[in-house]
């Protein structure tokens, strides 16, 4: 993606007054301060930020290309220009620990996410993990449909992380009720 690219189309829509409201995806080493400040006066008013992971060893594993000092400069980016976002999470990569996952757990209360998605990695059929996992004995083959929509609370491809760090994991959703207001 094309900084310059973006900012031409950000202040064609400021110029234009749309008056639009509209959500975006991004990664977070794409954003500038002058891009965050244009979505706001553009009408943004949310980002997906798919942050994965808050190891840096998972986020080098799954080949993210983005650190955690990445998406923290991202996030902050965000929160000054006052432009809510969106933080996506993934638990149970293949070789993830309890270690790393407490890292993703102290990283999601971090960054302050306006809203967050904490779901159960789901390797996709046709995926290489999909593969890789069946070639290493993880039986996805014979899988029913449902634990493939990351919310079924079973690791699928990981047996190494405990049921108490899952359980603590899968509980910062409640951190989106919390924020709203409604607990």
């Known amino acids: 993606m094309h900084k310059e690219r973006i900012k031409q189309i950000l202040r ?11 959500k975006c995806e991004a990664r ?3 954003l500038d301060e002058e891009i965050c ?3 706001k006066k553009a009408g943004c008013i949310r980002v997906k930020l798919g942050f994965e992971s808050g190891s840096d060893r998972i986020l080098k594993m ?4 983005e650190t955690t000092d990445d998406m923290r400069n991202g996030a902050k980016l965000l929160r000054d220009a006052e432009v809510p976002y969106t933080g996506y999470f993934m638990a149970g990569f293949p070789g993830e620990s309890d270690d790393d996952l407490r890292q993703t757990i102290e990283f999601a209360k971090e960054i302050k996410a306006d809203y967050y998605s ?17 070639e290493v004995g993880f039986e996805l083959d014979k899988k029913p449909w449902e634990y493939f929509f990351h919310q079924t609370g079973d690791l699928m491809v990981n047996n190494q992380i405990s049921s108490q760090v899952l359980r603590e994991y899968l509980s910062l959703n409640d951190l989106n009720s919390v924020r709203k207001g409604y607990i």
Not at 62 to 65: F, L, N, P, S, T
Not at 118 to 134: E, F, Q
């Open 12 to 22: 064609m829509m400021i110029d234009e007054d749309l008056g639009m409201a509209w």
């Open 62 to 65: 799954i080949e993210k290309d």
């Open 118 to 134: 904490l779901s159960i990695l789901a390797p996709y059929y046709g995926t290489k993990m999909y593969y890789d996992m069946i």
């Open 28 to 30: 977070t080493d794409h």
């Open 37 to 39: 400040q244009l979505m």
